[in-house]
């Protein structure tokens, strides 16, 4: 059985690598920019890191602009129409017809501007759709299983290579300024010439050679705190650790009690380098230790506690709840984008409560046809809204995928509401339209109990915000009272 799980599994790694050579040559792609289909463009994978496309300017008398996005910025592949992109063009028929939902995907990626960006993308094929989705999370899982058998120093000497333009085999301190700030190290230019005089001080030649700039490099990422960690875990009080003194760290500081002697060995042989020349035993040094560190074996959380573990059937106002704020926008607070990406965003990072902003629909146009209905915006700045539906909408789809990913238990709205009268009617509606089973409906009497547990709870939404006094006139009928649970601040 497990010889046929082997080869099942190298057939299908097989399959995805050629996935991965078929999207390197390229492939023909409309992009999906603005809710409409661009002309065909050529969209590759270049060297495995890379994916490479094109986008068209507004003025169609400007050449395209090639875009290259690195497979290790990429957080998702999507398939279908889910970005708010892809669903606002969605709701075109000619555009279904053109492109059906069986042939999109979306790369969402880091960047710079925004917490992260969509770029949507339709097929000729189904065929071809997958095929790109099967090459781009093999290479995903690929950056992942790579991450943990990293070479610093490799790395260290090939941004070296990379900045020396002249070839010359040294880098001036201007050539390394612009380098640090491409690695994003956010150091101030006067400490970084302090450490490069430093460096160079035994050449006084005001350049660094390979060897120099590893010692700056070093210098400049020294955490001192590791290395008193080393001191204090190290049987002779060096800064370097034994497989003794690593399963003895590991066992009892970290509480791993199924580590062994073989297994920190492999432990070691992960996180450390290449040992040291005339080096007889295998040692863990600075750099190994704080790749340990940061991986799951210097998790603070004590193992088996890294997802829920406590009793769960106490009422639900006992337990504090993983919450987001402004959860609707991506990038500047005052002057960005209201986008369905915020929660998504939010979910797959254990959310638990999301919020939304009311206005009224009629101050704002956000899609054609749908005046009159409540938007999420953030009142008094310049952020571009989303409809109250549009959001619900893709909250509910992307439920399955995302809001109990990281935890079954509820999922709560925050309604801070400035909608009026009428359009609160409205909102009433659009809950239960577009939630259905999946709202927590209360039962009568209710504010006279606690509240049911998360256990009782799973797989809900629940409504928060304030209730109207009892000054303010009815907002639903009498036959809508009750179906919606707005309840007050836990």
């Given amino acids: 059985m497990d010889g046929a799980v082997a080869a099942d599994c190298d057939e299908e790694r097989q399959r995805r690598e050629e996935d991965v050579v078929w999207a390197k040559s390229g492939c023909l792609l409309r992009r999906v920019k603005r809710g409409k289909l661009q002309p065909p463009n050529l969209v590759a994978i270049k060297e495995g890191k890379y994916v490479n496309y094109y986008t068209n300017y507004f003025f169609r008398f400007l050449p395209n602009s090639l875009k290259s996005v690195p497979v290790t910025d990429i957080l998702d592949v999507r398939t279908g129409y889910n970005t708010d992109n892809l669903h606002k063009a969605a709701k075109k028929y000619e555009f279904q017809e053109a492109a059906p939902d069986s042939t999109c995907f979306s790369v969402i990626f880091t960047h710079a501007r925004f917490l992260h960006k969509s770029v949507d993308f339709a097929a000729n094929r189904k065929e071809d759709r997958d095929r790109w989705v099967s090459a781009l999370t093999y290479l995903i899982s690929q950056v992942k299983e790579q991450s943990a058998h990293f070479n610093e120093r490799a790395w260290i000497l090939q941004k070296f290579v990379e900045a020396d333009h002249n070839e010359n085999g040294t880098l001036s301190f201007n050539e390394i300024w612009s380098l640090l700030k491409k690695m994003n190290l956010e150091i101030s230019e006067e400490y970084a010439r302090v450490m490069f005089k430093e460096a160079e001080k035994k050449s006084g030649d005001g350049v660094l050679d390979k060897d120099e700039f590893l010692k700056f490099f070093d210098c400049l990422t020294d955490r001192p705190e590791v290395r008193h960690l080393l001191r204090m875990a190290s ?175 509820p999922v709560i709205l925050t309604l801070e509401n400035h909608v009026g009268l009428v359009q609160q009617r409205v909102m009433v509606d659009v809950f239960q339209e577009v939630l259905g089973d999946m709202l927590y409906l209360p039962h009568p009497n209710s504010a006279q109990q606690l509240m049911p547990s998360p256990n009782l709870l799973r797989k809900k939404i629940l409504l928060r915000g304030k209730k109207l006094g009892h000054n303010v006139g009815s907002v639903v009928n009498e036959d809508d009272s009750g179906k919606v649970c707005i309840f007050d601040v836990l």
């Fill in 235 to 409: 049987s002779e009080g060096v800064e370097s650790l034994t497989v003794s003194d690593l399963k003895k760290f590991l066992v009892e500081e970290q509480d791993f009690q199924d580590v062994d002697v073989n297994k920190a060995e492999s432990i070691l042989e992960t996180f450390e380098q290449v040992a040291q020349e005339g080096q007889r035993d295998k040692l863990m040094g600075v750099i190994g230790m704080r790749r340990l560190l940061q991986s799951r074996w210097g998790n603070i959380i004590k193992q088996g506690h890294e997802s829920i573990w406590q009793d769960m059937d106490h009422p639900l106002p006992h337990y504090y709840c993983n919450s987001s704020h402004n959860t609707y926008l991506a990038g500047l607070q005052l002057r960005g984008e209201a986008t369905i990406e915020g929660y998504i965003y939010a979910l797959k990072k254990g959310a638990r409560l999301l919020e939304c902003i009311f206005m009224n629909g009629d101050l704002v146009d956000l899609f054609d046809g749908e005046h009159g209905e409540p938007v999420i915006t953030h009142k008094r700045t310049l952020i571009n809204p989303i409809t109250l539906r549009n959001a619900l909408e893709a909250i509910k789809v992307k439920f399955k995928r995302f809001a109990f990913e990281t935890s079954p238990y």
